[in-house]
Nanobody
Framework: QWRLVESGGGLVQPGGSLRLSCTAS????????IGWFRQAPGKEREGVSC????????NYAASVKGRFIISRDDAKNTVYLQMNSLKAEDTAVYYC?????????????WGEGTLVTVSS
């Protein structure tokens, strides 16, 4: 079963930055919209950002707009999430999956997630 793989999580201080990566060894990301989603303790999973094929369209949740940047490098079969000005409320497990860009809706091939902790 195909599954995407997330990496890049860790512990960072408020105001800091992290870059997450989403890749797959045998799954060509270039033909799919790919998104990032997160789930904080005790909360439902929410859409963070999605990027369409050929980077034609991007979408962001209001809570991260202006701080996070999604991008893709199809030659490396990787989608990135650059997270800047991190806040404590960004603490969550971050997942990537195929998505419906304009709806920030996750679809399939969910990864196992990478933990981001924002704390001083």
């Amino acid at each position: 079963q195909w599954r995407l793989v997330e990496s890049g999580g860790g512990l960072v201080q408020p105001g800091g930055s992290l870059r997450l990566s989403c890749t797959a060894s045998a799954f060509p990301l270039q033909y799919h919209s790919i998104g990032w989603f997160r789930q904080a303790p005790g909360k439902e999973r929410e859409g963070v950002s999605c990027i369409s094929t050929k980077s034609s369209t991007t979408n962001y949740a209001a809570s991260v707009k202006g701080r996070f940047i999604i991008s893709r490098d199809d030659a490396k079969n990787t989608v990135y999430l650059q997270m800047n000005s991190l806040k404590a409320e960004d603490t969550a497990v971050y997942y990537c999956a195929t998505c419906v860009t304009l709806r920030l809706q996750g679809m399939s091939f969910w990864g196992e997630g990478t933990l981001v902790t924002v704390s001083s």
